[in-house]
Nanobody
Framework: QVYLAESGGGFVQPGGSLTLSCAAS????????MGWYRQVPGKARELVAS???????YYEDSVKGRFTISGDVAESTVNLQMSSLTPEDSAVYYC????????????????WGQGTLVTISA
């Protein structure tokens, strides 16, 4: 069992900044990638940014240059620094962790936080 605790969501004005944090607890062994997704009503959940245990990062095109993901995957922590926020960034943001279990076979598990609401409005 893996539990992801998120914090940092809230209300911010356009052009403002906000930082989200996530920490995993429980059976966190073999988590090799963590990231942030977001979802708005009527749309599918989309990947915003991710980081691997080796430090490789990915950003969705619309957030490149504005968002920065960081953390320590080995310690099961991840942060998302968001700046130059626009109303289009408003969504429920979900922390995500990918766990790969290597035994007699390889098993991959996805874990999700409960979501934290980010609202950008004047």
């Amino acid at each position: 069992q893996v539990y992801l605790a998120e914090s940092g969501g809230g209300f911010v004005q356009p052009g403002g900044s906000l930082t989200l944090s996530c920490a995993a607890s429980g059976r966190t062994q073999e988590i090799n990638e963590m990231g942030w997704y977001r979802q708005v009503p009527g749309k599918a959940r989309e990947l915003v940014a991710s980081i691997t245990s080796s430090g490789i990062t990915y950003y969705e095109d619309s957030v490149k240059g504005r968002f920065t993901i960081s953390g320590d995957v080995a310690e099961s922590t991840v942060n998302l620094q968001m700046s130059s926020l626009t109303p289009e960034d408003s969504a429920v943001y979900y922390c995500h962790a990918k766990q790969v279990e290597i035994g007699w076979r390889v098993n991959t598990y996805d874990h999700w936080g409960q979501g934290t609401l980010v609202t950008i409005s004047a």
